[in-house]
Each structure stands twice: as structure tokens, then as C-alpha cells.
């Protein structure tokens, strides 16, 4: 059995475990794109307090950054790059990984997976793609984001490719830092 946690503050009774579920719920809705306006209306509470909690709860402010990379070498170092930095989305294969990723699906499958990817793009600024210049021509063609390109070869690159790990960061940290105006945060 588990009680409410609650607490008397002056004449109100205030339940803290209510205050969470709601919490969870704003930040729920807000992360499936309803503004702060409908939210405020869905849930009946001030559209102020829900500016307020995600100022209060927010961890990085900026561009927001996926990576997409293959066929590389040092894959390992690259993924824990992103992951240090906190990117939202990042899928780096080595040729092989490349390769399986293709073979370990029906068709109809493995379409459906990239197009959830490319559908998930969209809600990116930025996209740092390291590939071939054929898919660079295909990424820019079908997404509307920037996208930073690091030219991994000729196409076909058939071996796996070395990516320098500290220009990598020093790229994604810039890319990140620059505001969604194209000026650099101070």
C-alpha cells in the first residue's frame, strides 16, 4: 500500500506526487510538439508556469544536433563524443554494422526504419553527416536542415574510415554553441 505524499502549506493540502504526474504530463505534451498555449489549455494551468518549469528543468539550450555516420572506424570513439555532449540522436555504423543493419530485414522493413529516421530528422536544426557525397546530394535533397557534411570518400566507400575524434568534437561543439540565428552564444 502506498499513501500520497503530502504537505500542509498555511490551509493547503498540497500532494507531491500530483504535482509530479502533472509535471510529467506538460513535459510529455511539450516533447510531442504542442506549444506552451495548447498545453496550458489541455491540462488547465497558466501558460506562465509552464515557461517557468521548463526554464527550471532545462539542461541545454541551442541548436539541436543529430549525427549520422557510416561506414567508420573509430566508431566508439564518435558515439561517446556524442553521448558526452548529450545529443538527442546519433547513429554511427562501421561498414559492417552498415551492412547488417541492410541484411537483417525484409524490405519493407528496413524502409520503414529509414523513414522513421528521416521523419524524425525534421524535428533537428542541424544534422553532421559523415558519408559519401551521394548521400550528403540525397540528405539535402530530402531534409530541410542544415547540414554539416564530413566527406568520407568516394562513392562507394566500401572500407571503414578513420574520423579525426578532436576535430569531430570541436565541430559538434561549435555546431551546437551557434544559436538558431547563426550567431555564436557568448
Known sequence: MQFEQVFRIGDKLVSFDRAVRIVKQVLELRAQGHSQQEVSRILNLDRSFISRLETAGEIRKGK?????????????????????????????????????????RQAMDFFNEIMEIIAGLKNFDALVLLTSERWYRLAEAILDLQIIFVNLGPTPVKEDRFVDPERFREMLEQVIETNPEGEESS
Not at 69 to 77: A, D, T, Y
Open 64 to 104: 539541436r544536433v543529430a549525427v549520422i555516420g557510416f561506414p567508420v572506424k573509430n566508431r566508439e570513439q564518435l558515439v561517446e563524443i556524442c553521448h558526452d555532449l548529450g545529443l538527442d540522436f546519433y547513429l554511427i555504423l562501421t561498414d559492417a554494422q552498415r551492412w547488417k543493419l541492410v541484411e537483417d
